[in-house]
């Protein structure tokens, strides 16, 4: 069978470098909150109209808005603000501001130094602020970007939620199994457009993967397997023996709900180094699983996984960080398996391996009953079982191209529509991998009840698996009724 590739629209190194560059956020002391429902009428009556989209079709059963496409003037502006002006955060605002009905209108972090150069490029309608929360109370504001270290996800995105401002929220979606359904509850309840920012959904590669696995020719599927690995030994990402910190820098914001700990520069870098520490986003795990489990559970039409398990640890690392450098993962699904394999010490990649240097490495393996497919973000190639393929054809592309990621959820800003990475779609993403970082703290596998949304069999699971904030930050538990 010959091998069938396609290449991605962007590369894989400039993919990968998007996803390892969130940036703080900000916060301060408690704002009044503006009324939800009155940016959102202010934001009905200068929307443009469009035509329903149909790249957001496969996923509209998963919370698409049940109110009609608003007819309103197509010159008007979505006005956009951007709640953490880290290097992944600009791209997605630069993205959204390239585009004629778009105007930046408010930028947030808790490094003025930060904010202030995002306020000087989007001069002059560009307002700056360090408390998020007061930034939500602008009056003219319709959507925000929020692209900080993920342990601020949860409350950024509800407060924006209850605001009545549409969020695209970075990767990973949440930390915790209590936080991923809060949010999504908060953006049903406040009929919220939200696209969660994994890019890699858009590409054209993926596309094709899926055509492919849903075409049959592979046969049933029992078995998924997924890994990202690299090598960052033997120092990970090092020792910050001074730390002096930065003027205009409220550290206290920047841990926010998380522990508060001596400012550390490294943890404080971006992304890329915020995988080092548990507390602030989870290891690796949440930072690259979701652009790579993304594939088989759209592929594959997955919900929720039945029973988690997870082992791993620090073993060999040694830095300033706390997080695990092994994460194996196994996940049980109704009809199949599929697991993850995350490494900080090897950066062997199988069949994905290429040029033997150590560098980051990912794929995705599909084994079905008529062959094997491994993919990564940029290509594909089947490796049949004897002649069961034979003379079978690939599909023909049948799923739309996208305009791009951010350029959907604009699209859905104003047509009202949930966009294919919405919150709706993405808690089936999002679980999996909370989930598996609760088996692996507590050192046993985790049930999970996918109808009534519960851990079952496990009272200590199920306590652990809603987040304990530090005071005076509170977790939102109203949204979990």
Partial sequence: ?????????????????????????????????????????????????ITAIGFAAPHLAFGASSKPVRNTSPNSRI???????????????GACAREADVVVTAACDVQEARMEATVETFKPTCQGYTDYREMLQQPDLDAVIIATPPHWHCLQAIAACEAGKDIYLQKPMTLHLGESLAVRNAVRKHDIVSQVGTQIHASENYRR???????????????????????????????????????????????????????????????????????????WTPGMAPHIIDLPVWALDLGYPLVTSASGGRFIVKDDGDAYDHHEVLWQYPNCTMTWMSSLTNSYGFDLHGEPKPQRRLGIYFHGVNGTMYANYDMF??????????????????????????REWLDCIKSRQQPSCSVFYHTRVDVP??????????SRSVRFDPVK??????SEAAKLAVPTYRKPWKFPKKYLS
Wanted: glycine share 12%.
């Fill in 453 to 458: 949304e519960k851990i079952v069999g496990d």
């Fill in 209 to 283: 993967v899926v055509e492919y696995i849903r075409s049959g020719n592979l046969g049933d599927i029992g078995t998924v397997r997924t890994f990202n690995v690299m090598n960052q030994t033997p120092a990970g990402v090092g020792f910050s023996r001074e730390n002096p910190l930065p003027p205009g820098f409220n550290w206290d914001l920047w841990c926010g709900p998380a522990p508060l700990i001596p400012y550390n520069r490294t943890l404080a870098r971006d992304s890329y180094h915020h995988g080092s520490w548990m507390a602030y986003s989870g290891g």
């Fill in 79 to 93: 006005h956009i603000g951007l709640i953490g002006c880290g290097g992944m955060g600009r791209a997605n605002l």
């Fill in 1 to 49: 069978m010959k091998s069938q590739t396609q290449p991605a629209s962007r590369s894989a190194d400039s993919l990968v470098r998007e996803s390892l560059t969130t940036a703080p956020g900000s916060h301060g002391q408690s704002c009044p909150r503006s009324t939800p429902l009155s940016s959102r009428r202010k934001f009905i009556q200068k929307a443009a109209t």
């Fill in 433 to 442: 991998i909370v989930l598996s970082l609760l088996s692996l703290k507590l």
């Fill in 381 to 406: 190639k089947i490796v049949p079982e004897g002649d069961a393929m034979k003379d079978r054809q690939p599909p023909p592309p049948s799923i739309p191209s996208s305009p791009g990621h951010e």
